[in-house]
């Protein structure tokens, strides 16, 4: 295979990025845009070449005893602190990223595609495919990094990209928030990122991923036992790396910037809440996870918040009335139950079912969830709308779209044949072999996730036809964005049959994917109840949901806003930090220290004016000055001599 292919997978989205953003207002706007999806494209072609030699040669390069083996293509050196803790830049091939090549590649595809037709006439067409290039090429960056220091630095590209996606409709005051917000709370989780690594390198004196991942035992001895209140050293190294992932993923307390985040272009939440920027934190734990595996408090600690998070968001979502905040809060559940898979894997008894169930979801999520952001563009695009209050009925006038997002629907409820079911069989089935209460809380959530989805199907296909038809009657969108709707359905029907833990190994090691019946009909029995409920509530117009929501005003509509997450860090960053902390410095610094300052001026010129004379130029009086000072010498010499 050589160097060129891998090299030509992050060259190509980067010099598309430089091409359409320093030359795109001079292009036509169909030039720009064929030129982001050819780029894009042709990315993606090689990346399905580069992760189909991987997985299917038999060259010793990849293959050794029968075991796929972790391939470096390339490795600069870029910075050197020490001898041997050095920064390179580089591109690594193992079964997780050559995974995520073909996620990150089909889904920006498909949404380079589904833009030309979606953001046809929106002014900054051009500029817009160069940041979708610069969102891809940081994202691709970040999943074939060689080392956890060249992870870093495209992670915060990813940080920077979506804040100039999401703030994309710059005119738009709440866009700005929006992009702002997330930029600002994913820096905060950053930080801890760094403190992570900033640790984690000075004991284990390496960022290599390899020197890492392979010997996790050496990275445990290399702290010494070092502990810091109660905790080992590493336990908060690795704590403080997944307070990235939590800001990037989107985990409970850090999760508040995602919903918001739906204020940018319809397309560009496909591209996040699908392939990037909310799986770079899964991604991320599972890199790390022979490392994680050592220190099993802090698995304990990903579980416990991905358990979490995944109930909150699923109990939102089921409240929202804006069809992109239910997907968006349906991301944070999902999202949460691959970090709950990863973190039940602790101890490590179950040959890594929890890791392979989690790397599973995150390439079927990413393809029946892209479906339905792109399903919901769609419905937007039609209706000019993002609440299901101006939809209903509306399976009549869009079959392609109906059908299209009943798929996706199913594939996320977890029915079978469809994708979803059997990755979400893997998490559940690892997390009932850790302990029935993880695997009876998850089904829980996806049996909320069954019914909030088809609450939102019936609410836009079904329910009452809006009024509002009559003068502008929908349709289904054109081919540019029908096509990728086609395509991401049919991978969402068959995706589930692929053999995948024959490619994405588990400890270099094949795992051979298989149903629990027992698992399977529970959670099947559950999801197809869920949407039973879902039914009789919306299908069709009726009191029934209205009656619900008298019954519990107070829990509908602390779900509805939340439970007031947003209000509580407006309180604790204004009346506390702000008004109380910040003005209290505020005052002190303005009143006592630029006051004493402003003292020591005052005197300083007034006693400048007064002695101004000593420097007036006149000889005489230098003289007089010089002989006065000379008498007043000999007079302190001759007391001190007495």
């Not at 934190?281 to 890199?287: D, E, K, N, T």
């Not at 997907?327 to 990863?342: E, K, R």
């Not at 509306?394 to 409820?413: D, Q, S, V």
């Amino acid at each position: 295979m050589g160097v060129t292919l891998p090299i030509l997978i992050l060259a190509l989205p980067i010099t598309m990025f430089l091409v359409l953003g320093l030359g795109g207002v001079k292009m036509p706007r169909k030039m720009a845009g064929v030129l982001g999806i050819l780029g894009m494209g042709t990315t993606a072609v090689i990346s399905y070449w580069v992760a189909f030699t991987y997985f299917f040669s038999g060259e010793a390069a990849y293959i050794v005893d029968g075991v796929r083996q972790q391939v470096q293509m390339f490795d600069v050196t870029w910075l050197a602190f020490t001898q041997s803790l050095v920064v390179k830049i580089g591109f690594l091939l193992d079964p997780i990223s050559a995974m995520m090549l073909v996620v990150i590649t089909t889904i920006s595809f498909m949404v380079h595609l589904y833009s030309w037709g979606y953001m046809e006439h929106e002014p900054g067409f051009q500029r817009y495919y160069a940041f979708l290039s610069l969102f891809s090429f940081s994202m691709l960056g970040l999943v074939v990094a060689t080392n956890i220091f060249q992870m870093y630095i495209f992670w915060e590209l990813v940080g920077v990209s979506s804040y100039l996606l999401i703030g994309f409709f710059y005119k738009l005051p709440s866009a700005v928030s929006a992009s702002k917000k997330a930029f600002i709370v994913t820096r905060f989780a950053d930080l801890g990122f760094l403190i992570g690594i900033l640790i984690l390198s000075f004991y284990t004196d390496t960022f290599n991923f390899i020197d890492m991942t392979n010997n996790p035992q050496g990275v445990l001895a290399s702290t010494g036992g070092a502990t810091f209140m109660g905790a080992s050293v590493l336990t908060w190294a690795m704590v403080l790396i997944f307070t990235g992932g939590m800001g990037k993923s989107a985990m409970m307390p850090l999760h508040i910037w995602l919903p918001d985040a739906m204020e940018g272009p319809t397309p560009v939440s496909a591209l996040i809440h699908a392939a990037t920027m909310v799986v770079a934190g899964v991604y991320l734990v599972a890199r790390m996870f022979p490392v994680y595996l050592v220190v099993e408090t802090s698995l304990v600690f990903v579980s416990v918040i991905g358990a979490i998070t995944a109930f909150y968001a699923a109990v939102v979502a089921c409240t929202q009335i804006d069809i992109k905040r239910v997907l968006a809060f349906s991301t944070i559940s999902q999202i949460a139950f691959m970090m709950t898979s990863l973190g039940v894997a602790w101890p490590e008894l179950h040959d890594g079912l929890g890791y392979m169930a989690s790397m599973f979801h995150l390439f079927t999520h990413a393809m029946f969830k892209a479906l339905l952001f792109l399903g919901a563009g769609a419905l937007i695009h039609a209706v000019h709308s993002n609440n299901y209050t101006a939809m209903g009925g509306l399976r009549k006038y869009m079959p392609i779209t109906h059908w299209t997002f009943l798929i996706g629907c199913l594939a996320i409820a977890g029915i079978w044949p469809f994708s979803g079911f059997f990755s979400k069989d893997e998490m559940l089935a690892a997390m009932f072999a850790q302990h029935w209460f993880w695997g009876a809380w998850m089904t829980m959530v996806a049996g909320l996730t069954a019914f909030y989805m088809f609450r939102l199907y019936y609410l836009i296909f079904w329910w009452e036809e809006n009024p509002h038809y009559k003068e502008h009657k929908p349709h289904d969108a054109p081919w540019q964005m029908s096509v990728p709707l086609i395509f991401l359905a049919a991978v969402s029907c068959v995706a589930g049959f692929i053999p995948f833990g024959e490619f994405v190994t588990w400890n270099r090691a094949p795992y051979h994917i298989h149903i629990e019946l027992p698992v399977a009909a529970t959670s099947l029995t559950v999801a197809v109840l869920a949407i039973v409920l879902a039914t009789v509530m919306y299908a069709k117009k009726n009191p029934i949901p209205t009656r619900l929501k008298d019954m519990m005003p107070g829990l509908w509509m602390a779900a509805h806003r939340r439970f007031y997450w947003d209000e509580i860090y407006m309180f604790v960053t204004h009346k506390i930090i702000f008004n109380g902390i910040c003005r209290g410095i505020a005052w002190f610094d303005r009143h006592v220290i630029d006051a004493t300052m402003d003292g020591f001026a005052k005197v300083a010129q007034k006693t400048s004016y007064a002695i101004r004379g000593l420097q007036s130029g006149n000889i005489q009086l230098y003289v007089l000055w010089y002989f006065a000072g000379a008498v007043l010498l000999a007079a302190i010499t001759w007391i001190c001599l007495l």
